[in-house]
T-cell receptor
């Protein structure tokens, strides 16, 4: 009964490649998010998305793009991967208008 | 801009109380949260408090909010070794329901 799931759990790739991380939630939530957690455990919001609007943290490079095929999924696509993209990426979801967010288990991305 | 700060580390003995502190700058925060992250896992919501409340208690957890000083604390009574984790406070601001997280406090519980 996983609420928010992500695949893959680990992703190791070369600089310059393009990769995607998938996220699915079965909670019926309206809003989904992507966060980046760096090696010092600092957690930073990247995107907030519902069916009406996408809000982008202005510090996120445009190589990162969220793609939502439907309400239950928000995938993260990354172009031209760089060493500094290595981090753990967390997906989360919340009901409309509520701040309680439910997190996925994370995807550890390593760029070589 | 929004800024949330926490001390990096706290060590307590099993059975003692733990108090984890957090300060924030955005006076328009509506909700404040405490999340727990165990090694290799995602974040688990522990509790939250509305900005018009001063205190919330939930079993071993007590949240205190001093809105004037923009100070939030989480008290864990009778701390157990299973409480060892990183604890994040977070504030909700209006744009897109997004949360701003503190840097996390690593709690170590010694037997």
């Amino acid at each position: 009964d996983t609420a928010v799931s992500q695949t893959p759990k680990y992703l190791v790739t070369q600089m310059g490649n393009d990769k995607s991380i998938k996220c699915e939630q079965n909670l019926g939530h309206d809003t989904m998010y992507w966060y980046k957690q760096d090696s010092k455990k600092f957690l930073k919001i990247m995107f907030s998305y519902n069916n009406k609007e996408l809000i982008i943290n202005e510090t996120v490079p445009n190589r990162f793009s969220p793609k939502s095929p439907d309400k239950a999924h928000l995938n993260l696509h990354i172009n031209s991967l760089e060493l500094g993209d290595s981090a753990v990426y967390f997906c989360a979801s919340s009901p409309q208008g509520a701040g309680e967010q439910f997190f996925g288990p994370g995807t550890r991305l390593t760029v070589l | 801009g929004e800024d949330v700060e926490q001390s990096l580390f706290l060590s307590v003995r099993e059975g003692d109380s733990s108090v984890i502190n957090c300060t924030y700058t955005d006076s328009s925060s509506t909700y404040l949260y405490w999340y727990k992250q165990e090694p290799g896992a995602g974040l688990q919501l522990l509790t939250y408090i509305f900005s018009n409340m001063d205190m919330k208690q939930d079993q071993r957890l007590t949240v205190l909010l001093n809105k004037k000083d923009k100070h939030l604390s989480l008290r864990i009574a009778d701390t157990q070794t299973g409480d060892s984790a990183i604890y994040f406070c977070a504030e909700k601001y209006d744009a897109g329901n997004m949360l701003t997280f503190g840097g996390g406090t690593r709690l170590m519980v010694k037997p």
